[in-house]
C-alpha cells in the first residue's frame, strides 16, 4: 500500500511539471524577450547665432543674455523609408518613444560659440534608427515678464550709436513635426552599448534675417528683422510681453512674426513642419 501510495503521489508530481512547462499545450516554454537598447541623448541647439550673436538683415548687432525656449512632448519615431515633413502628412510609426514628457526651459545662449548641444535628457532605448522627432513649444512661466512664454529672448541690439536693451516674451505655442536630422554627422542611429543624439535645433535668422545673406534671399524677405521692434522701444529700453507683440506690430509685421516661429524648428539644417497649437 505504501508503495501504491508513493507511485501515486510521484505521478502527481510528474504531472503538475508537465502542466507548468506546457504552458497549456505549448511545447515551448515562454520567454520574455529583452530588446538591446542603447543610449540616446535628447539635445537642443541654438548655434552659434545665439551662442556668438549676429547681425540682422537690417543691420542690427544682436547679443543674446538668455534665449529661453520651452519644450514637451518630445517623441523620436522610426519610420521605415524616412519622412519628408514637407509633404504635411502625419507620422505613422510602429515605434515611437517618448524622450521628454513634462515642459522644460532650455537657455539656448548657455556656452561658447562652439559649444556642444545643450543635453537635456539621456534615456536607454531600443535600438535602430530614430529617423524623425517631434516635439512641443508650450507656455513656460517667466518670472521677469510675470506670464507664461514660449519663447523668451533678452540682449542688446546695437545700430550705429544706438543700444537698445531688450527682453521679449513670444507666447505662440506650436508643435514641430521633423524628418531625420541633417548635417556633418547621422544622428538617431541606436546601437546597444553606444551613445546616440537627436536634435531639436532652433534658427533665429528666421525671426531677424542674416546681413550675411543677399538682401532679396527668401529668409531675409521672410524675416521681420530687428528694425520692426527697435521703433518701439522707449528711451533705449524694449520690453514687451507677446499682447504688447500683437497689439503694438502692424497686421503685416505681426503675421511675419508668426511665420517666422513656425520656421524656427529644425534638425540640424533639416526642415520640419509647424503646427499651431490653438
Not at 518670472?143 to 541690439?157: R, S
Not at 528683422?225 to 509685421?253: H, I, M, V, Y
Request: net charge negative; proline share 3%; aromatic share 8%.
Amino acid at each position: 500500500m505504501r508503495q501504491n501510495l508513493i507511485k501515486s503521489n510521484t505521478l502527481g508530481f510528474m504531472s503538475l511539471l508537465l502542466v507548468g512547462c506546457s504552458g497549456e499545450g505549448n511545447t515551448k516554454p515562454n520567454l520574455t524577450v529583452i530588446e538591446s537598447q542603447g543610449s540616446l541623448g535628447l539635445v537642443a541647439n541654438g548655434e552659434d547665432f545665439v551662442r556668438e550673436g549676429f547681425v540682422t538683415k537690417d543691420g542690427w548687432q544682436i547679443n543674446f543674455e538668455r534665449v529661453d525656449v520651452t519644450v514637451g512632448e518630445v517623441t523620436a519615431y522610426q519610420i521605415e523609408g524616412g519622412f519628408n515633413p514637407d509633404a504635411k502628412s502625419q507620422i505613422k510609426s510602429e515605434t515611437a518613444i517618448r524622450l521628454l514628457e513634462e515642459p522644460q526651459t532650455i537657455n539656448l545662449a548657455t556656452g561658447e560659440e562652439n559649444a556642444d548641444p545643450i543635453l537635456i535628457k539621456e534615456s536607454k532605448i531600443p535600438e535602430g534608427f530614430y529617423n524623425a522627432l517631434s516635439w512641443k513649444m508650450l507656455p513656460g512661466m517667466d518670472q521677469t515678464l510675470a506670464g507664461d512664454y514660449t519663447i523668451v529672448l533678452e540682449g542688446t541690439g546695437t545700430k550705429a550709436n544706438r543700444k537698445i536693451d531688450f527682453l521679449l516674451g513670444f507666447n505662440y505655442p506650436t508643435k514641430y513635426v521633423c524628418g531625420e536630422f541633417v548635417g556633418d554627422t547621422r544622428k538617431g542611429i541606436v546601437k546597444s552599448n553606444e551613445n546616440a543624439q537627436v536634435e531639436m535645433t532652433f534658427h533665429f535668422d528666421h525671426i531677424f534675417g542674416d546681413q550675411e545673406a543677399e538682401a532679396d534671399n527668401e529668409l531675409n524677405q521672410n524675416a521681420l528683422g530687428f528694425e520692426p521692434l527697435a521703433n518701439l522701444a522707449t528711451s533705449n529700453n524694449l520690453q514687451l510681453s507677446w499682447q504688447d507683440l500683437q497689439e503694438r506690430l502692424s497686421p503685416e509685421e505681426y503675421q511675419k512674426l508668426t511665420d517666422a516661429i513656425a520656421g524656427l524648428g529644425h534638425v540640424g539644417e533639416g526642415h520640419c513642419s509647424a503646427i499651431t497649437i490653438k
